[in-house]
């Protein structure tokens, strides 16, 4: 039997607005298996992006997650504090944004993304850093000095 990396039951999610509480996120419930691949489709302002970032439970100050569980490899994130979450959070689980292309300052050396990156995730070796980001780049065929 193949193991759920990722069950998503019954969740709902709420945004507080000045009017009352506005529902985004509306009894979802998904599985992702080892290897599957899930695209999430729907109308703007459905909740896509919701859902994501609930996953990841990187949603704003005005939003709740009311109902639901979210395991992540048999562990419940919605329980989990800050410090469990930054384990997982882009070493484990990732979200590419709409607009991610918008995400790399374009006055910067592609160098300097992968050193600033790489500091924000704790490693602290310039030199480790740059090679395995060279080895990267040349297999993508991009010059990692530009």
Same mark, same amino acid.
């Given at each position: 039997m193949v193991e759920n990396i990722i069950e998503v039951k019954d969740l709902r999610v709420f945004y507080r607005a000045l009017r009352g509480n506005v529902?985004?996120?509306?009894n979802v419930s998904l599985e992702i298996?080892?290897?599957e691949i899930l695209g999430v489709v729907g109308e703007s302002g459905?909740?896509?992006s919701t859902l994501a970032l609930a996953i990841l439970r990187l949603l704003p100050p005005n939003?709740? =997650?009311v109902n639901g569980s =979210? =395991?992540?490899r048999g562990k419940d994130l919605?329980?989990?504090d800050e410090n469990e979450l930054r384990g997982i959070r882009w070493r484990e689980i990732s979200l590419i944004p709409q607009a991610a292309l918008n995400a790399l300052n374009p006055t910067l050396r592609i160098r300097t993304h992968f050193l600033e990156t790489a500091k924000a995730h704790g490693i602290n070796d310039s030199k480790w850093v740059y090679e395995r980001a060279s080895k990267?780049?040349?297999l993508l065929r991009l010059e990692p000095d530009r």
């Open positions: 529902r985004a996120v509306d298996r080892n290897r459905s909740g896509k939003a709740m =997650i =979210i =395991i992540y919605v329980s989990m990267l780049l040349e």
